[in-house]
């Protein structure tokens, strides 16, 4: 049986593709979730994707997650700047998170140099577009090896 993995997506990250594409790249959401899809398969992983625009939501789906998921990739948007409740939420559960961002958050504004969620996870990918996410599943399938 497939290894389900979460891929959770934070705050505005419904209207990428409409706006912003010099920044964000010009794949939809939906573009990204069948490229994790697509190569979920070929790393034996159930790819369960989902978008919220509501903090507390990913702190309930990454409990759930702890209870059915082998690891997290999740991209959490804006909170990744300001949500305790999200680090929180990471160091309350026992699998891997690997958190992703498109953009690189480092040559952006000062307000988004810091991520609080960094401090708990397993590993920081950031700066290549949606192929972030690619490089997120990737290097889950690397550490749920060893
Ligand atoms: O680079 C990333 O992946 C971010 O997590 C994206 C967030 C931003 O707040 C973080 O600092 C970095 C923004 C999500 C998408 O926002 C959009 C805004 C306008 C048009 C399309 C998307």
Not at 71 to 99: F, K, M
Request: with cysteine; hydrophobic share 40%.
């Amino acid at each position: 049986m497939a290894r389900k993995v979460f891929v959770l997506n934070g705050p505005n990250l419904n209207s990428l593709g409409k706006r912003e594409p010099g920044i964000y790249g010009g794949k939809t959401l939906s573009d990204i979730e069948t490229d994790c899809r697509t190569l979920g398969n070929e790393l034996g992983f159930e790819i369960d994707f989902r978008q919220t625009n509501h903090e507390g939501v990913l702190v309930d789906w990454l409990q759930e997650a702890g209870d059915k998921a082998v690891g997290v990739a999740i991209n959490p948007g804006a909170y990744s700047h300001t949500s305790i409740a999200l680090h929180d939420a990471i160091r309350s559960i026992d699998i891997p998170v690997v958190e992703l961002h498109l953009s690189n958050i480092h040559a952006r504004e000062a307000f988004r140099h810091v991520s609080m969620v960094s401090p708990v996870v397993a590993g920081v990918i950031l700066g290549f577009g949606p192929n972030s996410y690619d490089l997120a599943l990737r290097a889950l399938a690397d550490i749920c090896e060893n």
